[in-house]
Nanobody
Framework: EVQLQASGGGLVQAGGSLRLSCTAS????????MGWFRQAPGKGREGVAC????????DYADSVKGRFTISSDHAKNTVHLDMNSLKPDDSAVYYC???????????????????WGKGTQVTVPA
């Protein structure tokens, strides 16, 4: 069964840090790009970061550059998102997904890949 299991969300004060993790199963992890997306209440889904597992090339949304880091643990089929200097605007449900790419600075998913994890809530109070 193809599955992405995300974890690590929570409540953190502004300026704090969190690490999100997403473990993949049921497909060949290193054959895919892996990404993180987020959706805040009343807003559309935003691509945050994407990593190409064959060479660990990374892309980020402008809103998180310099603060967030995406990385892969190939031995554990797990992708991490380290989030630092968190802001209230970072509050959202975060989702991991397979099959992402950067499209002129926007992180998107390929239409023919539909592998998503359940979301994990990140809350940064104002």
């Amino acid at each position: 069964e193809v599955q992405l299991q995300a974890s690590g969300g929570g409540l953190v004060q502004a300026g704090g840090s969190l690490r999100l993790s997403c473990t993949a199963s049921g497909f060949t992890f290193d054959d895919y790009t892996m990404g993180w997306f987020r959706q805040a209440p009343g807003k559309g889904r935003e691509g945050v970061a994407c990593i190409r597992n064959r060479d660990d090339h990374t892309d980020y949304a402008d809103s998180v550059k310099g603060r967030f880091t995406i990385s892969s643990d190939h031995a554990k089929n797990t992708v991490h998102l380290d989030m630092n200097s968190l802001k209230p605007d970072d509050s959202a449900v975060y989702y991991c997904a397979a099959g992402c790419y950067s499209d002129y600075g926007k992180i998107r998913t390929y239409g023919n890949v539909n592998i998503w994890g359940k979301g994990t809530q990140v809350t940064v109070p104002a």
